[in-house]
């Protein structure tokens, strides 16, 4: 068990250029969530995948954002035409499944991307 | 809805002292809480959670935090810091058997600082 990992764990781009971002969940975990997080700020869920279904997604991931787990292990993070408010860390998370509802199955986090949008 | 208001963003501790991190939550149904660390450069790691049972909640590293119903607290401690401590703490709330991962709520932070 290695942990979650995330690729880049930086990335500077100018605003309307495209990004992506990976994570690779902890083997074995069929949940994976995208949480954004600014600066002085606790994380904000974006997305959830129960192994490659997208369940869920906040009203925080616009149009400009789209998140794809094609076959259930690693998953990218996509934003098109950036924008500076799109400045943030970008959390991703796995977890087990195995205890039943996501309220008390433990999630285990990545050491972020952070993007800087200039 | 949920809702976590972390009452303090820094709190300076000198090494060895007791410190306490205050959380309060707004809900009007039962909840689970939970405290996270995140040290510098790295991704939130769980300290410790309350689902239901003893209202004192031991973690890992020696911290506990406690469930104030009347209160609506779950203040973080630990009874003597050390360097290795300085990292954020955030708090989280969410409502038992919810099966939505968009209803855990993070706290803004509290940066803890131990000071030699």
């Known amino acids: 068990d290695t942990g979650v990992s995330q690729d880049p764990r930086h990335k500077i781009t100018k605003r309307g250029q495209n990004v992506t971002f990976r994570c690779d969940p902890i083997s074995e975990h069929n949940r994976l969530y995208w949480y954004r997080q600014t600066l002085g700020q606790g994380p904000e869920f974006l997305t959830y995948?129960?192994?490659?279904?997208?369940?869920?997604k906040s009203r925080l991931l616009s149009d400009r954002f789209s998140a794809e787990r094609p076959k259930g292990s690693f998953s990218t993070l996509e934003i098109q035409r950036t924008e500076q408010g799109d400045s943030a860390m970008y959390l991703c998370?796995?977890?087990?499944?195995?205890?039943?509802?996501?309220?008390?199955?433990?999630?285990?986090f990545g050491p972020g991307t952070r993007l800087t949008v200039l | 809805a949920q809702s976590v208001t972390q009452l303090d963003s820094q709190v300076p501790v000198f090494e060895e002292a007791p410190v306490e991190l205050r959380c309060n939550y707004s809900s009007s149904v039962s909840v689970y809480l939970f405290w996270y660390v995140q040290y510098p450069n790295q991704g939130l790691q769980l300290l410790l959670k309350y689902l239901s049972g003893s209202t004192l909640v031991k973690g890992i590293n020696g911290f506990e935090a406690e469930f104030n119903k009347s209160q609506t607290s779950f203040h973080l401690r630990k009874p003597s810091v050390h360097i290795s401590d300085t990292a954020e703490y955030f708090c989280?709330?969410?409502?038992?058997?919810?099966?939505?991962?968009?209803?855990?709520?993070f706290g803004s932070g509290t940066r803890l600082s131990i000071r030699p």
């Open positions: 998370a796995s977890s087990s499944g195995l205890a039943g509802g996501t309220s008390t199955d433990t999630q285990y």
């Open positions: 989280a709330v969410t409502r038992p058997g919810y099966s939505s991962a968009s209803k855990i709520i």
């Open positions: 995948f129960q192994n490659e279904a997208q369940l869920e």
